[in-house]
């Protein structure tokens, strides 16, 4: 399926582990960054979003980090578990709204598996 | 609530026949629309976007084409498909210009022999 990791990122984690997935960005002019979460076979799934005016945002379980200066994007999450395994994307966008029109690009993916 | 049906959601279609996928959106009005692909072990190429009835942008060049006959359908079609088609078709949306999430459907897997 499309989740096949002949070239994607893996992480292997143990259940009840932290796992912190990675994200390296090209555009200077993002100003927005999504992390998306994809199970085979599905569409993505919005799991947690920060705007460039901020290096850290929490949600349950996740939290985002932003590096600015490296252009770089980092996804955390506390306490990982089974259901957790799926393929993490990336995504930016210039703005979040106005001439951009939503339009996101994507980073490669990584494979995250979680070990009962 | 809002939701995004696709269909259908798996197609195997012999080389050079034609290719129709339909996306709708229920629950909001005016969404802007987008086509995905995804190749097997990649990240998502956006395609088609779409901001109203038969406002189509399209991000690069292919044999596939999209419309837009209503507001909240968009479609996605080709007249003679290649094998390099074959992929996992995503169509999304988002509720206006000042929010920057997308909404995925279910996607629609195309192989094409």
């Known amino acids: 399926g499309e989740n096949v990791g002949l070239h994607l990122p893996t992480l292997s984690v143990q259940e009840g582990d932290n796992s912190i997935i990675n994200c390296a960005y090209s555009n200077s002019a993002s100003d927005y960054f999504i992390w998306y979460k994809q199970e085979s076979g599905k569409g993505p799934q919005f799991i947690i979003d920060?705007?460039?005016?901020?290096d850290k945002r929490q949600g349950q379980r996740v939290t985002v980090l932003l590096n600015k200066t490296v252009k770089h994007l980092s996804l955390q999450i506390a306490a990982t578990q089974p259901g957790d395994s799926a393929v993490y994307f990336c995504?930016?966008?210039?703005?979040?709204?106005?001439?951009?029109?939503?339009?996101?690009?994507f980073g490669q993916g990584t494979i995250l598996t979680v070990h009962p | 609530s809002q939701t995004i049906h696709q269909w259908p959601a798996t197609l195997v279609q012999p080389v050079g026949s034609p290719l129709s996928l339909e996306c709708t959106v229920e629950g909001t009005s005016n969404p802007n629309l987008y086509w995905y692909r995804q190749a097997a072990g990649r990240g998502l190429q956006l395609l088609f976007y779409?901001?109203?009835?038969?406002?189509i942008s399209s991000e690069v060049p292919q044999n596939l084409s999209a419309s837009r006959p209503q507001d909240r359908q968009f479609i996605l079609s080709s007249k003679k498909l290649l094998l390099s088609d074959s992929g996992f078709y995503l169509c999304a949306w988002r509720s206006g210009p000042h929010t920057g999430e997308l909404f995925f459907g279910e996607g629609s897997r195309l192989t094409v022999l």
């Open positions: 920060i705007r460039s005016n901020m």
């Open positions: 995504a930016e966008t210039p703005s979040a709204g106005g001439t951009s029109y939503g339009k996101l690009t």
């Open positions: 779409s901001i109203g009835i038969d406002q």
